[in-house]
């Protein structure tokens, strides 16, 4: 649980405190520091993520921290995934901490669902840590294209054979597509519901 003398002010504080301390462990990397001083330098690196959601839950909360360059590539690359590798549950949480910083420090204060120990000990310490060394930064290599010379056509035959079509009555891809759209509806009718809810808490701040 939560700490009984922490209010959510004083939260706040200790996360920043905990998340920029482990952000200057990054100084001894001598090319993160430069990529976190020079955030435009990305525009020719691209970036590897992790997969799993307890590094990809770290880095929600990380992001909102860093210098804007590369706090906005980070959040709009994670916010044009879908997650399908992670239960309703996960990729729900996932929505919530990329919202805004607000909602993140509400919700995890808030909700209490995970206690401070976790918060502070896991999320911003192990799972970090794990996450620094899986992040990656790949330089893009550029290649001029020249255009070929070809003779005859390219195409060598790319009709499928008629018994390997499928039949025009089969609505299988368009029921799990159907299936699919429903589910994407219900998760962002429920994250709404519940960025409202969260919303209220900024309200009684004010």
């Not at 996360?15 to 525009?43: R, W, Y």
């Not at 794990?130 to 035959?157: A, I, T």
């Not at 609505?171 to 597509?177: D, K, P, R, S, V």
């Amino acid at each position: 649980m939560r700490d009984k003398n922490l209010n959510q002010e004083q939260f706040n504080i200790q996360l920043s405190k905990t998340v920029k301390k482990a952000l200057s462990s990054l100084a001894s990397q001598s090319f993160a520091n430069h990529v976190l001083d020079s955030p435009t330098l990305l525009e020719n690196f691209s970036i590897k993520y992790p997969r799993t959601f307890r590094e990809t839950r770290a880095l929600c909360i990380f992001l909102w921290f860093l210098p804007e360059g590369l706090k906005f590539r980070i959040l709009l690359d994670l916010k044009e995934k879908s997650f399908s590798h992670f239960n309703q549950k996960q990729r729900i949480e996932i929505q919530l901490l990329l919202e805004s910083k607000e909602i993140m420090q509400i919700y995890l204060f808030e909700t209490k669902r995970y206690s401070s120990s976790e918060i502070f000990g896991n999320f911003l310490g192990n799972d970090f840590k794990e996450l620094m060394s899986n992040l990656k930064f790949v330089q893009k290599n550029f290649y001029l294209k020249r255009s070929q010379r070809r003779r005859g056509y390219q195409d060598h035959g790319s009709r499928r054979p008629e018994d390997r079509w499928k039949e025009t009555s089969d609505y299988t891809l368009t029921a799990e597509q159907n299936r699919l759209e429903k589910d994407k509806n219900h998760l962002d009718k429920t994250i709404t519901r519940l960025i409202k809810y969260l919303g209220k808490f900024l309200l009684k701040e004010d």
